[in-house]
């Protein structure tokens, strides 16, 4: 992708940030960027793998992450705030793509109980397949705890159809993956003390990678053994992780704790 695209799609997602209390179109977005509605609509999938409309629901839903967890506005105001008219939409879209509602989220100070798979989907045990891999880490010399799911779409929301936490991004295993069409998408936090502090956690402030691959088709029985995703830094460009995933940030305080506890460094 040229410079010029890339930065056309840069400007249209500070513009998004910056008006998320705002009903952009993707007439606005398109003036932005300077192009066509139609040629913008492209090529910003092309950038980001995702709609523009997508990206700017998960940019609303990434802020109202943050407001429940830093300020003490009501539900209500924060869902003005992000852009939502109807508080039952905004909870119920947040509750879907987040995985607790709005006022679970505040109570549990971001923190999720679990990382569930997927459980609707069903089937004789034969139909299922296995998707194995590795992944790689960044940056190569941070301890780190990764969450790897397989998801229905490129932003990490809702549940995953299977998932594992690793204490170091290496080798993967997902059992249980029905057919399908499916992202592989991983996750990395800080295992680093100076880093893991209960404000980063709540504040979501403590990534250190993303990745995304995809889509792997899935057919009944398969095994697929040789998925390889690497991890990279995470950019404005990259859609915003959704899920709560921060039973991976808590573990990450207790992996500390624990080590503290022992007098084990860190390596």
Same mark, same amino acid.
């Given at each position: /992708?040229?410079?010029?695209?890339?930065?056309? *799609?840069?400007?249209?997602?500070?513009?998004?940030?910056?008006? =998320? &209390?705002?009903?952009?179109?993707?007439?606005? /977005?398109?003036? *932005?960027?300077?192009? !066509?509605?139609?040629?913008?609509?492209? @090529?910003?999938?092309?950038?980001?793998?995702?709609?523009? $409309?997508?990206?700017? !629901?998960?940019?609303?839903?990434?802020?109202?992450?943050?407001?429940?967890? !830093?300020?003490?506005?009501?539900?209500?105001?924060?869902?003005?705030?992000?852009?939502?008219?109807? @508080?039952?939409?905004?909870?119920?879209?947040?509750?879907?793509?987040? &995985?607790?509602?709005?006022?679970?989220?505040?109570?549990?100070? $971001?923190?999720? #109980?679990? *990382?569930?798979?997927?459980?609707?989907?069903?089937?004789?045990?034969?139909?299922?397949?296995?998707?194995?891999?590795? @992944?790689?880490?960044?940056?190569?010399?941070?301890?780190?705890?990764?969450?790897?799911?397989?998801?229905?779409?490129? %932003?990490?929301?809702?549940?995953?159809? !299977?998932?594992? %936490?690793?204490?170091?991004?290496?080798?993967?295993?997902?059992?249980?993956?029905? #057919?399908?069409?499916?992202?592989?998408?991983?996750?990395?936090?800080?295992?680093?003390?100076?880093?893991?502090?209960?404000?980063?956690?709540?504040?979501?402030?403590?990534?250190?990678?993303?990745?995304?691959?995809?889509?792997?088709?899935?057919?009944? $029985? /398969? *095994?697929?053994?040789?998925?390889? =995703?690497?991890?990279?830094?995470?950019?404005?460009?990259?859609?915003?992780?959704?899920?709560?995933?921060?039973?991976?940030?808590?573990?990450?305080?207790?992996?500390?704790?624990?080590?503290?506890?022992?007098?084990?460094?860190?390596?």
């Amino acid at each position: /992708m040229d410079k010029t695209t890339t930065k056309a *799609v840069e400007r249209v997602i500070a513009t998004m940030r910056e008006n =998320l &209390g705002q009903q952009l179109t993707i007439d606005d /977005m398109a003036r *932005v960027a300077m192009f !066509s509605k139609f040629h913008f609509s492209r @090529i910003f999938q092309r950038v980001t793998g995702v709609s523009p $409309g997508r990206f700017l !629901s998960a940019l609303r839903l990434q802020q109202a992450k943050r407001l429940l967890v !830093s300020t003490q506005s009501n539900v209500a105001d924060i869902s003005l705030q992000v852009g939502y008219t109807s @508080i039952g939409t905004f909870s119920s879209r947040f509750t879907r793509s987040v &995985g607790l509602s709005p006022t679970a989220y505040r109570r549990l100070r $971001g923190y999720a #109980p679990a *990382v569930q798979a997927e459980t609707t989907v069903t089937g004789p045990e034969w139909a299922f397949g296995t998707v194995k891999g590795v @992944i790689r880490p960044y940056p190569a010399d941070e301890p780190q705890l990764t969450f790897v799911g397989l998801f229905r779409d490129r %932003i990490p929301e809702c549940r995953p159809v !299977s998932c594992t %936490i690793l204490d170091q991004p290496g080798p993967f295993t997902l059992e249980k993956v029905p #057919p399908g069409d499916w992202f592989l998408l991983a996750h990395s936090v800080s295992a680093d003390p100076a880093r893991v502090t209960d404000e980063a956690v709540a504040g979501s402030g403590n990534e250190l990678g993303v990745g995304s691959l995809g889509p792997i088709t899935m057919r009944r $029985g /398969m *095994v697929i053994d040789d998925a390889e =995703l690497k991890l990279k830094e995470i950019s404005d460009l990259d859609p915003p992780v959704l899920l709560a995933l921060l039973d991976v940030r808590k573990a990450a305080l207790k992996l500390v704790a624990s080590r503290e506890a022992t007098h084990v460094p860190v390596s």
